[in-house]
């Protein structure tokens, strides 16, 4: 599950690996501390977040909300799943047989301030280049894949990513 999280004036983004709901919950309250020291009281009631799944993963996707919704007071939290373009998981057993192979997404601002634009590719085809983006550390937040040697990045210029779109994802907003 990724999270992006949009305020007036900056993008915010966690991947949320399926685990036990005790270590989720920490995550949520992690990932909302860093939210809230990152901006202003303010810039908190101006949120906007979006969920992105592969297909039918995590069938009770508002409990896994609950938590963002509840702690940033947000109304309306949009879910996106991609269905199209992405392989179906390698796993026979049952419990599996809807998930996808991972996908890398990515999430900008739009032409306006309440427009963005995700895209996404199947995990096996991006190609991933050393170090973070324009040079030096990463900041604090910054995700990393645990079997990198060290920061990589995802080649935005490389032309297969796919605009999630209605042909090939379903979108649904969830009301808290």
């Given amino acids: ?24 919950l920490l995550g949520a309250a992690k990932f909302i501390d860093f939210l809230r020291n990152m901006e202003d009281p303010g810039g908190l009631k101006n949120l906007k977040m979006y969920c992105v799944l592969n297909g039918g993963n995590r069938s009770d996707i508002r409990k896994d909300l609950e938590p963002y919704a ?3 007071g947000l109304k309306q939290i949009t879910v996106v799943r991609f269905y199209k373009n992405i392989e ?22 739009g032409g306006t ?5 995700i895209k996404y590719m199947q995990e096996s085809k991006v190609v991933w280049k050393e170090g973070k983006e324009g040079g030096g550390r990463p900041r604090f937040g910054w995700y990393q894949k645990s079997f990198f040697d060290g920061v990589k990045n995802a080649d935005l210029n490389q032309g297969d ?5 209605n ?3 379903y979108f649904s907003r969830l009301n808290y």
């Fill in 70 to 72: 509840a702690k940033l």
């Fill in 1 to 24: 599950m990724g999270i992006f999280v949009a305020s007036p004036r900056m993008l915010y983004a966690i991947h949320v690996p399926h685990g036990e709901s005790h270590i989720q």
């Fill in 161 to 165: 990513w796919i605009l999630a779109t």
């Fill in 88 to 109: 179906a998981g390698s796993s026979n057993s049952d419990k599996f047989a809807q998930s996808m192979k991972a996908v890398v997404a990515t999430f900008q601002r």
């Fill in 113 to 117: 301030a309440n427009d963005f634009i």
């Fill in 167 to 169: 042909d090939n994802s």
